[in-house]
């Protein structure tokens, strides 16, 4: 994705977001290689935010650990929005 967007709260607290891909490797009916790549919005809150700030920037590898949450709003025009997050529990970075 990018690099990661951080907020900093009127009460002081740090929020990270930023996306991630996942690659799925497969073979399809032809013998030929497929890949599928999915995008992932993540959000961290905290220490974890304030790590993402310092560590994390576009390309990087990491692992992370969380759950998935669901969240529906209407806009400005009145059309029901959804969108599904990863909230971070823990991250840890890979590679180099």
């Known amino acids: 994705g990018n690099d990661p967007e951080i907020i900093n709260t009127d009460a002081g607290r740090k929020i990270a ?3 991630i891909a996942t690659n799925e ?7 030929g290689k497929e890949t599928n790549t999915e995008w992932h919005r993540v959000v961290c809150f905290g220490k974890t ?3 993402v700030e310092n560590y994390l920037s576009k ?3 990491i692992a992370i650990d969380g759950k998935l949450t669901h969240n ?3 806009d ?3 059309n029901k929005r959804f969108n599904t997050e990863v909230v971070c529990n823990e991250l840890l970075m890979l590679g180099k």
């Not at 490797?25 to 013998?31: A, P, Q, R, T």
């Open 72 to 74: 529906s709003w209407e």
């Open 17 to 19: 977001k930023f996306s």
């Open 76 to 78: 400005k025009e009145g």
């Open 49 to 51: 935010a304030e790590i």
């Open 59 to 61: 390309g990087k590898e």
């Open 25 to 31: 490797v497969y073979k399809n009916s032809e013998g």
